[in-house]
Every structure is written in C-alpha cells, then in structure tokens.
C-alpha cells in the first residue's frame, strides 16, 4: 500500500493549519542535486539558444517566418512525448530512468549541432534536443515534488528553478564571451554546449538517487494503518482521472494564456530592432533575464505556497505583457532593462509555480502524468503562438505585432482567473472528490 506525501498536508489544512505555517523549510539533497544537474544542462542549452536566432537569420540567411517555425518547433516539439514520459514514470514508480534517457537525448543532439548544416539540418536537431527535454521534464518534476516538504513545494521548485537558472545565465554569458573573441565563432558555442551537456548527465547517472513516486505506508513515521487510509497497494494512472476534477481549469488558463506567448527571442530580436544595441550584445539579453529570475525564483515561490500559487501563476503574465509592451514601444537602454527584468519576473512566477500547483492537485498516483499534461499543453499553445507571430511579424513589422501581443495578454489574464481563481486557489485536498 502506497501513501502520498500530499496526505499529510490535506490532513493538516482539513485541520485548518495554513500550509506553508507550521513546517520549518528544508531543502532536499535531491532537489539540489536535480538542481545541478539542470543547472549544467541550461548551461548546454542556454547557450545554444542565445545564438541561434543571430545564428539562423544571420549565419544561415533564413528569414523571420523560418525563425518563427523554429521557435515554435523548440517550444512545442517536447509536447509530441511530455504525456508519454510523465505515464511512463507513474506506472513504474521509476522516474529517474526516464529523466536519464531524455537528458541523454539531448547531449546526442549536441553532438548533431556539430555537423547540422542549412534549415533541414538545424529542424532535426531542434527537434531531437525538444523531446529530450520532453521526456526529462515531468520525471525530474515529479522526482522533486516526491523529494519536497509538501508545505513548500512551490519554494522547492524555486530553489531547483534558481540553479537551473544560474546555468541559464551562464550558458548565455558564455556565448558572449566566445563571440567576442571568435568573431563567427557558433561552432566554438556548440563544443561548449556539449561539454555542459555531458557533464549534467554524469551527474544525474550518479548523483541522483532512483526515487519511488509512491511510498509504502511503512517507511512514513507515524503513518496510520493501511485500513484507515483505505488507498490501493498500487494506484492505477487512468489518463481521463487527470484531465478532470480542478486540473481541467488549470490546462484551460495555462492553455489560453499561452496562446499569446512567444519565446524569448522575439523579444529580444525585437529590442535589436530598435537599432541601439550592437549584435554581439544579443547573448546578453538572455543573462539579463535569466538574472531577474535566478533572483526572484525562491521569493515568489514562497509567495505562493504562502498565498496562492494558481494566483502568482496567473498574474506573472501581467510581466510578460508589459514586457512586450517595452519591446514594442523603445529600444533604449532603461527600457530594455526595464523589459528584462520583467521578463525574469514572469518566468519567476510561472514555470516552478505551475509544476507545482498541477502536482499538487493531479490525482493520487498520477503526479508526473498531471505535470506533464499541464506543460504539454503549455508547449503546444506556444508553438501556435511563435508560427503565427513569425508570420504577423513578416507582415506587419517588430512593433505592431509586439504591442499587439501585450494588448491581447492583459485581455486574457482576467479570464484565466476567473476561471481560475474560485476552484484552485483554496488548499486543495487531493483525495477530495
């Protein structure tokens, strides 16, 4: 008989105790060590992704509309495998395996970066790298929510989404640097990139303990008697059990809300477009970013273990669409850092904060499917997003679309919380009907 760490908490919040109140924080060796080897991975990937849009309309002459394919490509392609992976991990109660081989995937994909050549080439490999973290994410997320004082879940993924974002912001600053020195030097980021990835994954093979999502009731202290809990000796994972119930709402607010997000490097191509920054600059829009979050990761994660985490998840967009609104408007220095920090801001109050609002309310023995779901439909609504902001942009410049995007995001925040806000902001009772 298995026992979720969540019961503990549901039985402390039927008991009226706040969540994050009565539980001193602790960090979990295990949520640190996922959180190097993120921090190495991002690292490998970061520093990839901060040349690629010089790289491929520069390098390789493709224009916008093939940019946007290729941000839509990287941000939906993981969807294709997220569900696939997240099941896999719940029905064998192993989750690191499948973390290994999508981490793996990845570093294969480095290896590719060396020899790709022209648009074929680059679509392969972008693809190959996506479902690698397709595969990875939800695995490594369920392994921390599993390794996490429930009370503090959202801080958890916070202090894991902080070293992952060290990596973030030295992988960019590190494609500054080599392009600084090597003039056209895109080949000398990829031997870095692989070197990072290699590393990462050693580190998850041997670091990283092979976690059980479901614990016997044996090995929980204190723990009551498997008649008392009344819970099966191995939960089934039915699919239909995790897309209904209060997860529903969260896939439809993240779902709508992603349909107006692009990726970064809209933005920032859009700040180039201003003309007051010179190219070898780009790489470091990605440090500055990564910074805000790096900086504000455990702080709003603890925001919303203390208040809600569904409503930090939803108001974080409100950064993002003033964020567009700067790289719409002005190119100028403080407007660019303005735009940075809120684009840090958002992905502070986002990312770690939705894997931890679906864990906490998917249904017992379906962690890593619930994560999974939640960033697949993520995924996929920002690959719509970035193919068709490709095509706006082709037609109708940087500007427009950009501040188009911002009106279109502050129209949408309202009604993602009113769909939101009465039915996940409450502490939630996984074992409710």
């Not at 969807?79 to 099941?87: E, P, S």
């Amino acid at each position: 008989m298995y026992l979720s760490l969540s019961d503990w908490t549901a039985r402390r919040q039927a008991a009226g105790a706040h969540p994050a109140a009565t539980v001193a924080f602790k960090a979990s060796p295990t949520v640190i060590a996922l959180g190097i080897v993120s921090m190495l991975t991002d690292i490998s990937s970061e520093s990839v992704a901060a040349i690629l849009p010089l790289y491929i309309t520069g390098a390789l002459g493709l224009s916008m509309v093939a940019y946007g394919f290729l941000d839509g490509l990287n941000q939906g392609t993981s969807a294709i495998v997220r569900i696939a992976a997240g099941y896999t991990a719940d029905r064998t109660n192993r989750p690191k395996p499948v973390a290994v081989v999508g981490y793996g995937l990845s570093m294969v994909a480095r290896i590719g970066l060396l020899f790709a050549q022209g648009f074929a080439g680059i679509t392969a490999i972008i693809g190959a790298d996506r479902i690698g973290k397709g595969i990875r994410t939800a695995p490594r997320d369920a392994m921390i929510q599993s390794s996490s004082q429930p009370e503090h879940l959202a801080r958890s993924f916070g202090i894991h989404r902080m070293l992952d974002t060290i990596g973030a912001t030295i992988g960019p600053f590190l494609a500054f640097v080599v392009l600084l020195l090597v003039p056209d030097g895109y080949r000398v980021v990829f031997v870095v990139s692989l070197a990072a990835a290699i590393l990462g994954v050693a580190v998850l093979g041997l670091i990283v303990p092979n976690l059980r999502l479901r614990r016997p009731v044996a090995e929980t202290a204190g723990a009551p008697s498997e008649s008392k809990i009344g819970l099966p000796a191995r939960p089934s994972v039915r699919f239909r059990d995790v897309v209904k119930g209060r997860l529903r709402y969260v896939l439809f607010a993240a779902g709508l809300l992603g349909l107006v997000t692009v990726g970064d490097g809209f933005v920032y191509l859009a700040l180039m477009d201003h003309g007051h920054l010179q190219t070898y600059w780009f790489p470091l829009l990605f440090v500055g970013s990564n910074a805000v979050f790096l900086a504000l990761a455990i702080p709003l994660g603890r925001l919303a273990d203390r208040t809600s985490r569904a409503g930090v998840f939803i108001v974080g967009h409100l950064a993002l669409a003033a964020s567009y609104l700067c790289a719409g408007l002005d190119g100028s220095i403080p407007i660019v850092l303005l735009c940075l920090v809120l684009l840090g801001a958002f992905y502070a109050a986002t990312d770690g904060v939705l894997a931890a609002l679906a864990g906490q309310i998917s249904p017992e023995g379906a962690t890593s499917t619930g994560i999974a779901s939640a960033q697949t439909v993520v995924a996929v609504t920002r690959l719509v997003a970035s193919t068709g902001f490709g095509f706006l942009w082709f037609l109708f410049g940087a500007g427009p679309v950009m501040i188009g995007a911002a009106v279109m995001m502050t129209l949408l925040v309202p009604v993602a919380w009113r769909v939101i806000s009465k039915r996940i902001t409450q502490p939630v009772d996984r074992a409710a009907p």
